[in-house]
């Protein structure tokens, strides 16, 4: 089993655009995001809770889909959720990282360059995206609990 990383990332109204190389790829990224309903689905939830008690998780492709949504979300102008937790997300489409965590690293990379708070965890021998039992799975749950209520708190004054 390869390593996995948990990328947590907040403030997303300053999300970046995933590292991707060159546009024909960038088109092909907000194209992953247009299939779907997730935009419908976050306006659904927005008509119940304020945004600052709004955090969007997601693993593995679920987590690029929850980055990519959020782009979109915030192209739209629509209020941004207070946390954002994505867990070894596939944000690269071209494939051009070596690993899955290889991925995780550069898109915590182009987070910290835009000045967004983000917090990037490894853990040893974890499967992808985690959560199948390792024995680690209780701290990794720990970790995403704390990021949210951080953010949370914080969003909410």
Not at 35 to 42: F, K, L, Q, T
Not at 75 to 89: F, I
Not at 136 to 146: K, Q
Request: with cysteine; charged share 25%.
């Amino acid at each position: 089993m390869s390593p996995a990383a948990q990328a947590l990332l907040s403030n997303p109204p300053a999300l970046v655009e995933p590292p991707i190389p060159d546009t024909q790829d960038k088109a092909a990224w907000k194209a992953y995001v247009e299939r779907g309903n997730r935009v419908d689905a976050y306006r659904t939830v927005l008509r119940d809770y304020r945004p600052e008690n709004i955090a969007v998780v997601g693993g593995s492709a679920g987590g690029g889909l929850a980055a990519a949504s959020l782009l979109k979300v915030r192209d739209m102008g629509l209020p941004l959720p207070a946390a954002c937790v994505l867990a070894t997300p596939e944000v690269d489409l071209t494939e051009s990282g070596d690993t899955f965590l290889s991925n995780t690293v550069r898109m915590h990379r182009a987070l910290l360059r835009a000045g967004i708070e983000a917090e990037l965890h490894v853990w040893e021998a974890m499967p992808h995206s985690g959560l199948f039992g390792a024995p680690e799975d209780e701290e990794v749950l720990a970790e995403h609990f704390r990021f949210i209520m951080k953010r949370l708190t914080k969003a909410r004054g």
